[in-house]
Nanobody
């Protein structure tokens, strides 16, 4: 069974940095796209960043310029810098995997607070 497991969340002070990781497992996978989404309390889930199989990246305006998404085999990394309190949310990994469809991770909490 294909699954995504996130790690790297936690408590960080405003202006700090955080590195989120997500690894896909479950056999030999062909991953077409990996992405990060987030959901803050009382708000809808929103897209944060995407990286395609070709290495093309894209970012939401809210994180553009202070975030970087990268992929190494079955692992996607989201490096976030200059964190703000409004970045506080549960961050979810998402992947489009051939023969498995769109898969979601369980989420990891990021809290930005002094």
């Amino acid at each position: 069974q294909v699954q995504l497991v996130e790690s790297g969340g936690g408590l960080v002070q405003p202006g700090g940095s955080l590195r989120l990781s997500c690894t896909a497992s479950g056999g030999i996978l062909v991953i077409n796209r990996m992405a990060w989404y987030r959901q803050a309390p009382g708000k809808e889930r929103e897209w944060v960043a995407t990286i395609t199989r070709a290495g093309i990246t894209d970012y939401a305006d809210s994180v553009k310029g202070r975030s970087a998404i990268s992929q190494f085999v079955n692992t996607v990394i989201l490096q976030m810098n200059s964190l703000k309190p409004e970045d506080t949310a549960v961050y979810y990994c998402n992947a489009d995997i051939m023969s498995s469809g769109r898969i979601w991770g369980q989420g990891t909490q990021v809290t930005v607070s002094s």
